[in-house]
Structure formats: C-alpha cells, structure tokens
C-alpha cells in the first residue's frame, strides 16, 4: 500500500515569496492534517480535512496560509506572503477513521521550507 | 486551548538503561497517541489508548493512560540504540472532532 506523497521535499524562497505544497493522502482515507513542526518541537496543528470540507483550521494563520482539498483527495497548502518564522517542516498526514474518533495518522516524509 | 506538556525534553541514556517519558493534558483526554520519529524522518504511530488506566505492552515498551485520562507514560525496558528518536504523545478529544495536539516531545539519546 503506498503512503502519504508530499511534494517538493525541500524548498528555499525568500522571505515575501509564496511557495505551495502538495499532498496526496493514502487511498480512502477521508481525513486529511496539515501540521508545521518547527525545528525542536512537536507538530503543529494547522488544518484538518474530512473529505473535502474543513473540520478545523482554528490555528492556521489566514492571512498568509490557505489550503484546499478539492474532490476530497490530494490537498494543497500555500503560503503567501512567507515570513522568516514559516521555516518548518511541514508534514502532511492521514487517516482511515471519519468523523468523532481519532484514529491512527500516517505522515509523509514532510515538505522542508526555508525561509530567507 | 488544549495543551500537552512532555517531559523530560532530553534524556540521554546508556544502552541497556531503561527510558521513561511523562505527557500531561490540561483537558481530560478521549484518548492518547504515541509516536516515534527517527533523525530526519517523519513521526511513526506506536500506539493508541482509550481505556482509563489503561497499560499497553509492545516488546520492551510498556504504555500507560492515567486514570483521570489526563496523563501517560511511555518506559522502554533495556534500551537498544536502535530506541535513539523523539518520543512523541499527542493528546486526542475535547470539541474538534479527531484533532490531535502534539507535545513537544522526548529526545532520546542512547550511548553503546
């Protein structure tokens, strides 16, 4: 069974650049994360999809991050404009268990960005 | 918000040593999660409980979730290097359905 695909796994742009991260979920599972892990920490929650609507995005910064999940399979996240404190990895992950309970989450390899 | 506090942030060890790590809510839990990421790699389910008081066995490994399910522990037997990542737990439940909030985690060190 294939994993989570994310993609690019590194990027470096400049502080005001935007950049977009793509993830493609395991086959079937409804549930979509994006979380950010800055270096020394533990991840970050920033949206979570069920199918393609959104269940929270209560810690996603709205006015430089946006994310979708068209037809409730791969998800995009962007960032426009970066800032310096965005470098993160940023990890995308997924899971087999709908609605009230938590399941088991698989990650990806995770997009590193570097801000400048 | 919920939080979920982890300690200790750093433990180094001798291999054959044993390794615990503590995970505090701020909020009762639904459940608890633990992962393990490598250096450089991306965080690894380990095991999940619901139960309160629960204890869960995986080898060397021994899980426990705390009566008032608001803490958990995670103790390696005999540590192995191959034990070397951060422990994390992540803390499930309150209103955002399926929302996990992650500690901060454990970074284990195991010197041969």
């Known amino acids: 069974e294939a994993g989570v695909a994310q993609s690019p796994r590194y990027k470096i742009i400049e502080k005001r650049q935007s950049v977009a991260f793509w993830c493609n979920p395991i086959?079937?599972?409804?549930?979509l994360y994006w979380y950010q892990q800055i270096l020394g920490q533990g991840p970050k929650l920033l949206i979570q999809?069920?199918?393609?609507?959104?269940?929270?995005d209560s810690q996603l910064p709205k006015d430089r991050f946006s994310a979708e999940r068209l037809k409730g399979v791969d998800s995009t996240l962007k960032i426009q404009p970066a800032k310096l404190e965005d470098s993160a990895v940023y990890l995308c992950?997924?899971?087999?268990?709908?609605?009230?309970?938590?399941?088991?989450?698989?990650f990806g390899e995770g997009s590193r960005l570097t801000v400048l | 918000g919920q939080q979920v506090m982890q300690i200790p942030q750093y433990q180094h060890v001798q291999e054959g040593e044993d390794f615990t790590t503590y995970c505090n809510s701020s909020t009762t839990l639904s459940n608890i999660q633990w992962y393990k990421q490598r250096p450089g790699g991306h965080p690894v389910f380990l095991i999940q409980?619901?139960?309160?008081?629960e204890v869960k066995k995986q080898k060397r490994l021994t899980f426990q979730f705390g009566e008032a399910k608001k803490n958990s522990s995670l103790h390696i037997t005999a540590t192995q290097t191959t034990d070397v990542g951060t422990y994390f737990c992540?803390?499930?439940?309150?209103?955002?359905?399926?929302?996990?909030?992650f500690g901060q985690g454990t970074i284990l060190t195991v010197h041969p």
């Open positions: 086959s079937g599972h409804a549930t």
């Open positions: 992950a997924s899971s087999s268990t709908p609605g009230l309970a938590t399941g088991e989450l698989f």
């Open positions: 992540a803390g499930g439940g309150g209103t955002s359905y399926g929302k996990l909030t």
């Open positions: 999809f069920q199918n393609n609507g959104v269940v929270d």
């Open positions: 409980l619901v139960k309160s008081g």
